[in-house]
């Protein structure tokens, strides 16, 4: 069973968008994932702002920073 991830991003970030592209095919095979806008709540913002896109493990907390692609992520969840 994959676990559940958080998607750190913000709307118009085009990098987040290819990020979204490259985790949402793993969603068909068990994977939650929760997008979260990184501008509400502005705490947020200090911690990704210049980072995004992050892809977060909820269940260790372990970051998998951009640049990744659909391989990078399989390898990180397991």
Do not use: S
């Given at each position: 069973m994959l676990p559940e991830c958080q998607l750190f991003g913000t709307l118009g970030c085009h990098l987040c968008e290819i990020a979204e592209a490259e985790v949402m095919p793993l969603v068909e095979h068990g994977l939650l994932v929760e997008l979260v806008d990184?501008?509400?709540?502005?705490?947020?913002t200090d911690v990704y702002g210049l980072r995004i896109p992050v892809l977060r493990r909820t269940d260790t907390g372990a970051e998998l920073d951009w640049p990744f692609?659909?391989?990078?992520?399989?390898t990180f969840l397991r």
């Open positions: 990184i501008a509400d709540p502005e705490d947020l692609d659909t391989a990078q992520v399989v």
